[in-house]
């Protein structure tokens, strides 16, 4: 009977030990699609928080093209990884990048950019931690028609910048609600003019924008808006370029890291008035951590997580991001 229990008990404790792995075991890859942003810098700071905080291994990969992320994910297993969060440059990847952390054994997280299948639709079997675009934008066009108001502006003489990146569907999802705001606030449909960025940068968005003021030399105010700051900022340099003077300019981003809070530090202002602040800190501390708990007590994370932002200026940008638990 003795040695019968102690059997049992034996076969729980093998059982028990196989079933745990050790935190310095554990290697967690970070993919982002633009490391020199930095909002993702902030992103990976904030990962390698959890990382020293769990004692696993964060290893992070700047992949600006579908090749680079499919050549991270073989890396990331051949160096022993057990999963992986990924901002993908091409949310159309979707479909190739699950088969190829299926194929490597790598447990998969998406941030920021929600993969899409053939059809265009997200892929909702893949964990996903987004920001809540359409809300968030919103809070753009809100923030956007209250200062237009405050400026004294008759809407009908004021021309919108959509600086557009419309293949990202969060990106889509981020301007329009910015424009139900400002329609909701009687902003004429007709004042808002498309300027369609190459890539997800300040110069691409400066190109796009240069293009919408030419055409339209005769506007004299001018507010912008689009998927982040870096939009808003090429934007906002766009208007300096041509001589409009900042007074003249209502510039409002998403994000709220080093490319707006150095706008904001500038002795005198620019054209960008505000920005609508998410955090880096769930996005990356979070996230890691969701995939640390999934490797080492198979704890699956929820499919879908929506964050919020919080819209800030010159004056408050140090309170707003204490507030949501940035520093
Ligand atoms: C996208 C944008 C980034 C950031 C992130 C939350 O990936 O390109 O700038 O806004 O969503």
Not at 69 to 75: E, G, T
Not at 141 to 159: C, F, P, S, T, Y
Request: hydrophobic residues 45%.
């Amino acid at each position: 009977m003795r040695s019968w229990k102690a059997a049992i008990l034996a076969g729980v404790v093998a059982f028990a030990a196989a079933g745990t792995t050790y935190a310095a075991d554990i290697k967690i890859g970070f993919i982002v699609k633009q490391p020199e942003e930095p909002w993702f810098q902030d992103e990976w700071k904030f990962a390698d928080q959890a990382a020293t905080e769990k004692g696993f291994t964060l290893v992070k990969i700047g992949a600006e093209d579908g090749e680079k992320v499919m050549s991270a994910i073989d890396n990331l297993a051949a160096q022993g990884a057990q999963g992986f969060i990924v901002c993908t440059p091409d949310v159309k990847l979707g479909p190739g990048i699950v088969a190829k952390a299926m194929a490597n054994d790598l447990k998969l997280m998406t941030v920021d950019d929600r993969l899409v299948g053939a059809d265009g639709n997200a892929l909702e079997d893949v964990v996903h931690m987004g920001i809540s675009a359409t809300k968030i934008g919103e809070t753009v066009g809100q923030a956007l028609a209250d200062e237009i108001k405050k400026r004294g502006w008759d809407m009908k003489n004021v021309g919108a910048i959509r600086v557009s990146y419309d293949q990202l569907p969060t990106a889509v999802d981020r301007v329009e609600g910015a424009i139900a705001a400002l329609k909701a606030a009687g902003f004429p449909a007709e004042n808002i003019y498309d300027a369609p960025q190459a890539k997800t940068d300040t110069e691409a968005a400066l190109n796009a924008a240069t293009t919408v003021l030419n055409k339209h030399a005769d506007v004299k105010h001018w507010i912008a808006f689009g998927l982040n700051d870096e939009a808003v900022l090429g934007a906002v340099r766009a208007t300096e370029s041509v001589g409009i003077s900042a007074d003249n300019v209502i510039g409002v981003g998403i994000g709220g890291a080093e490319s707006a809070i150095n706008e904001f530090k500038k002795p005198t202002p620019t054209g960008f008035f505000g920005t609508v602040i998410i955090s880096p800190k769930r996005h990356g501390y979070e996230t890691a951590m969701n995939m640390y708990e999934w490797v080492a007590n198979d704890k699956e994370p929820e499919k879908l997580t929506l964050t919020a932002g919080a819209l800030a200026v010159r004056g408050d940008y140090d309170a707003v991001r204490k507030d949501l638990g940035i520093e």
